[in-house]
C-alpha cells in the first residue's frame, strides 16, 4: 500500500507533494510552489512572481506554502500583500493552497474570503480551539510526526472529521506509514479506509 505524503521535502519520494523551494526548478512528480513567509525579498517581490508564473507546470499540484509568520522578520503588511497575491494566484490557476502559519491562525481565518479554491494548513499542530475555528472556516489540516508523540494532538485529531484530514512528514526523517497507522488507531479505523479517505480528500481538494 502506498501511502501519500501531503507535504515533503524529499525529491527521492514521488507518493505525495513536493514543497520546491525558492528558486529551486520543478520535478517530474507532484510539487507545490509558493513564496514562504521567509523568502519574501522586499526588494524584488515582483521577481519573486515572475519565478512562481514560470515555474507552473502540469505537475504543480497546489500554491505554497505561503502565509502568514510572526516569527519571520518580514513586515507583517507585506506578508499579506504576498500571501494575498498568491491567494488570487491559486484562484486563477484553480489550484488549492498549502498554508504555512506561525502564531497568525485569527489572521489566515480572516483571509479565507478571498480564497475560490481549497485551503490548507500543513503541519497543525495547536489545540483543539483553534481546530475548531479552522474546521468552522472550511480549511482542512494537515498533521505531521508530532501525532507520533503528542498526547494533546491526538485527542485534537480524533475529533476532526476524516474528510479535512491529511498527513505528511515535512522536513521530519521518519516513514509517514508510522504516521498513518497511529492515526488508524487514534480513529478506530483500517489503515486501508484511512488511506482510501485521504485519497479521496486530494481529489475533493485537486477538483476545487
Not at 507552473?56 to 502568514?68: K, P, Q, S, V
Not at 500583500?81 to 489550484?95: G, P, R, S, Y
Request: charged share 25%; proline share 3%; aromatic share 12%.
Amino acid at each position: 500500500m502506498n501511502f501519500f505524503d501531503f507535504h515533503h521535502h524529499k525529491k527521492n519520494n514521488s507518493c505525495g507533494i513536493y514543497n520546491l523551494n525558492w528558486k529551486s526548478t520543478p520535478t517530474n512528480f507532484p510539487y507545490s510552489i509558493g513564496i514562504h513567509p521567509k523568502d519574501i525579498d522586499t526588494e524584488n517581490i515582483d521577481s519573486q512572481f515572475d519565478w512562481l508564473l514560470s515555474n507552473i507546470t502540469e505537475n504543480c499540484f497546489a500554491i505554497g506554502e505561503c502565509g502568514l509568520d510572526s516569527f519571520v522578520d518580514t513586515d507583517m503588511k507585506i506578508q499579506e500583500e504576498v500571501f494575498l497575491k498568491q491567494i488570487k494566484l491559486a484562484n486563477e490557476i484553480k489550484k488549492p493552497i498549502i498554508i504555512h502559519c506561525v502564531r497568525k491562525f485569527y489572521e489566515v481565518i480572516s483571509f479565507k474570503k478571498y480564497a475560490e479554491q481549497p485551503m490548507i494548513i500543513h503541519g497543525f499542530n495547536k489545540k483543539g480551539s483553534v481546530a475548531e475555528d479552522l474546521l468552522k472556516n472550511n480549511f482542512y489540516l494537515s498533521f505531521g510526526k508530532a501525532v507520533l508523540y503528542n498526547l494533546s494532538l491526538q485527542n485534537t485529531l480524533k475529533m476532526i472529521p476524516l474528510d479535512k484530514i491529511f498527513l505528511e512528514t515535512d522536513n521530519e526523517n521518519f516513514n509517514i506509514e508510522e504516521l498513518y497507522v497511529k492515526v488508524s488507531e487514534l480513529k478506530g479505523i483500517s489503515l486501508e479506509n484511512l488511506n482510501k479517505q485521504i485519497t479521496e480528500n486530494l481529489e475533493t481538494i485537486k477538483n476545487g
